[in-house]
């Protein structure tokens, strides 16, 4: 009790200044209070933060009032938490709205909103962005610009600097053994007077350098005592406008400290034993105020296994069991190694090794027992297509329906162009459904398909639309399966009878493919058609742009076609970029007058979008304009130029997939990345881009970078944010994680009610795509 006496003592002599501990005295004293049951003096702690200066005197009164008022054993500090009686309990506090936490009214919980924060709960588990170890203080004479530090020192003097406009500068001079700093703050001039000459600080900021000597911009300070070092490792969270790093650090202690008897774990204790982990109540609280990195890791480690173990039972609760995937074999059905050489013999190529590998699985797969669940994954330009053909093949010699579902109708019509030809001279019957489709035609479909009169029907979404009913479905195919939804995949297959295979020409991390695909069998064509001439990619700023386009004034006088994509549809008040639109309209009048233009974007109707692609297809446009509708799937031979603007606003693996779009035949092709980057990731991503062309490598690096809510875009891949877990590297955890769900599964462990509800959570998420 004296020794938070005494710092009261030090905190009026500041100035109230709420500096005298670093994370603030406030929350220090609410900590100190929760510890020892002393709820109201824990709750004047907490609102200490939140009340105007010259209000803080008063509290401080109060505050040592309530401590002196306490008998003697009261400072000692109560046992460590135990769960709440009434599990019921747990959950709706966990829930509690951010209101609910002293100094935090509607406006400054509108804030948190902004933030993805509405509860305490998700306070609990949000992540901090870095750490600071402010363990670590550097001496002055080793300062180095641009590097962020503590320093720690004696305070020489102080003085209000004279600015121009609203903003006001506070400059302290700091001294240490090796040398003088001065420090800055801005727009805290009343700190002046508590930033005394003689008196001892610590601080962290960041080096600048000006006007040929170097400043410190003080980003936290804490006041020290004779003899005190100050510091600890400090959680830094992703801040909005009107919170600044104190207050949200106030928040999650408040947070903490609220909810922290109401924890319960989620993994089963033999499962926490067997892997080693924390228990949750102790990991999220190492998670937000570590002592020390080892700690902090080991905590991560243990919520992170939570996240995978709960979206790996709510995967494994989508799969169908195998039992239901058990059918009977067709004892006439012709050899897989003949049926091979027929399909091999009309094609008017040599199929690569990789590709007849691939073909063999999938054949045997089909003959099986069990119904085929497998995905195939290839880089751009693997030869996808044809042995989604092969498939197709089998299926027909097999007296049976084949389906095969792509995201968009440019795609879908493209692969109706490519299989035609040869799924009719193998005597198939082959159509195509889209939304554009005529309700004639669309009728006549739907009757032949009922009929078992057209064998392959190839589409869109509007596969899985009501009405579509095959007479005798037995291989379902989805295209770019990232674009389509649990759900989606599920009404495509309708039977657990009929053959799934998932095609996807986006590498994927094996962690995601683990993820996302964990209840499929895995192929990879690894191997790319010969003759094929590498794709020349050059990253390049702003400065050659006028270069750029002579260069796509040569290629297009050749006979070439380019394309010229750009990230954005309209303009955008937050992101400062050209809209295809004006960029299409600036080329048209200015750069290529004499050429032949063409606009695609998202916001065109399909058939419009149909009607651009066909012209650039057949030659009629000699540049196309446009926004990442190309990315997936468009094939056009004679486009030998991939100019992206604002490169580095894309990931690595869209990139690569525009990239992809060229190199389809024989000349050389050339991708251009013109961009301003400025960051060093951006700057190395655009270095990764132009240095391979190993799409799976690219992959690997893009999820390391990005993670892999951004890997496919925004919620396209299906699956829920992970909080914690990082597939990029914890795939050990990721592991233990399918392999624990599976002995869930089987009774082999034991689950808990927390385990279940939460697993069902992210099943229903999952089962909303």
Known sequence: MEEVLALIQRERQAGCCDAVVFGGFGLYLAEWAEERGLARLAEAGRCYAGLALEQRGAALAEMEEMLRALPPDSAAPLPKPKPAAHPGAKAPILSMPLTTLPGC????????????????????????????????????????????????????????????????????YLQDESGVMPLLWFNQTFLQKKLSPGRRLLVYGTVEKRFRSLELTVQDYQILEEGELGGGIVPVYAATEGLNQKSLRSAVSAAYQRCAAYIEDIVPLPLREKRMLMGRREAIRCLHFPENFGELEFARRSLAYEELLCLELALAAQAAPRAELQRPRDPSAPGDEELLRQFSAALPFSLTEAQQRVIREIYSDMSGSYAMSRLVQGDVGSGKTAVAAAAIYKCFRSGRQAA???????????????????????????????????????????????????DCLIGTHALIQEGVDFQDLGLAITDEQHRFGVSQRARLRRSNQVDMLVMTATP????????????LDL??????????????????????????????????????????????????????????????????????????????????????????????????????????????????????????????RFGLAQLHQLRGRI???????????????????????????????????????????????????????????????DLSRDEELLEMARLDAKAIREGQLESTDALEAASRKLLDFLLQG
């Open 105 to 172: 009214g509607s406006r400054r919980a509108e804030l948190f909103a902004r933030l993805g924060l509405r509860s305490l709960g998700d306070l609990l588990l949000w992540l901090p962005r870095d750490y600071r170890d402010r363990r670590a203080v550097t001496p002055i004479g080793q300062a180095a610009p641009g590097s962020q530090i503590s320093l720690r020192g004696t305070i020489l003097g102080t003085e209000i600097l004279p600015t121009k406009g609203r903003v006001t500068v506070l400059k302290c």
């Open 404 to 454: 095969l579902m792509a995201p968009t109708e440019i795609l879908a019509s493209q692969h109706y162009q490519s299989l035609l030809p040869l799924l009719t001279k193998l005597g198939l019957s082959v159509s195509l459904l889209t939304g554009s489709t005529k309700s004639v035609e669309r009728k006549a479909q739907v009757s032949q398909l009922k009929a078992g009169v057209l």
């Open 508 to 519: 994927i991390p094996r962690t995601l493919a683990m993820t996302l695909y964990g209840d």
């Open 523 to 648: 192929s990879v064509i690894d191997q790319l058609p010969p003759g094929r001439q590498p794709i020349r990619t050059y990253a390049v700023d702003y400065s050659y742009e006028q270069r750029i386009y002579r260069f796509l004034e040569k290629e297009i006088s050749q006979g070439r076609q380019a394309f010229i994509v750009c990230p954005l549809v309209e303009e955008s008040e937050k992101v400062d970029l050209e809209s295809a639109t004006a960029l299409f309209e600036s080329l048209r009048q200015e750069v290529f007058p004499h050429r032949r233009l063409a606009l695609l974007h998202g916001r065109m109707k399909p058939a419009e979008k149909e009607e651009v692609m066909q012209a650039f297809y057949q030659g009629h446009t000699d540049i196309l304009v446009s926004t990442t509708v190309v990315e997936v799937g468009v094939n056009v031979p004679n486009a030998s130029i991939m100019l992206i603007r604002d490169a580095e």
């Open 663 to 725: 190199g389809r035949g024989s000349q050389q092709s050339h991708c251009i990345l013109l961009h301003n980057a400025k960051s060093d990731v951006a700057r190395a991503r655009m270095r990764i881009i132009s240095s391979t062309s190993d799409g799976f490598a690219l992959a690997e690096a893009d999820l390391r970078q990005r993670g892999p809510g951004e890997f496919f875009g925004q919620r396209q891949h299906g699956l829920p944010e992970l909080r914690v877990a």
